[in-house]
T-cell receptor
């Protein structure tokens, strides 16, 4: 299994600002994923990020709002842009293992005021 | 996409086996069943997966019916630390995970 870290672990931000979340993996992986978990809800996939290609976004999520970078096989960032209180959520990254299972980071808890 | 149905919540006594059911009646022949859990305020944790044979690892056992329309995750000796939301997921094309509401398992002393 992979060990995944995320920074920051939590943040409180003002509306209209942007926050970049970092995801670091201890091994090289091809597929990385970004999820959102709104308060009291289950996880929703935001996008799939493969190194060397543009991220693929799910319905309801757009690149202007959630730009993603994937500069190498161990790192990715997700930016939450022009934040509003509705963006208050836990944001999680995950990586795919050898049997298509996914390993998740600890999450970034974002509160927008 | 194959959908899954799980009971919203279950209780289990500490030290007893926890048996968590999942229905996936529309599963295709080559789709795997995956189980994850999420302990409060943590990222989801992969538990186990299977195709049609029963599987066991250090965390749990997975029993899949012969027609593959349902499965059961078994935690053989539940502890208080097993209290979590358990998700049964059928992997869809593109390797995406579609999370449902899951089952809240409460282990009680």
């Amino acid at each position: 299994s992979a060990v995944i870290s995320q920074k920051p672990s939590r943040d409180i931000c003002q509306r209209g600002t942007s926050l970049t979340i970092q995801c670091q993996v201890d091994s090289q992986v091809t597929m990385m994923f970004w999820y959102r978990q709104q308060p009291g809800q289950s996880l929703t996939l935001i996008a799939t990020a493969n190194q060397g290609s543009e991220a693929t976004y799910e319905s309801g999520f757009v690149i202007d709002k959630f730009p993603i970078s994937r500069p190498n096989l161990t790192f990715s960032t997700l930016t939450v842009s022009n934040m509003s209180p509705e963006d208050s959520s836990i944001y999680l990254c995950s990586v795919q293992g050898s049997h298509y299972e996914q390993y998740f980071g600890p999450g970034t808890r974002l509160t927008v005021t | 996409d194959a959908k899954t149905t799980q009971p919203p919540s279950m209780d289990c006594a500490e030290g007893r086996a926890a048996n968590l059911p999942c229905n996936h009646s529309t599963i295709s022949g080559n789709e795997y069943v995956y189980w994850y859990r999420q302990i409060h305020s943590q990222g989801p944790q992969y538990i186990i997966h299977g195709l049609k044979n029963n599987e066991t690892n250090e965390m749990a056992s997975l029993i899949i019916t012969e027609d593959r329309k349902s499965s059961t995750l078994i935690l053989p000796h539940a502890t208080l630390r097993d209290t979590a939301v358990y998700y049964c997921i059928v992997r869809v094309e593109g390797n995406k995970l579609v999370f449902g509401a899951g089952t809240i398992l409460r282990v009680k002393s």
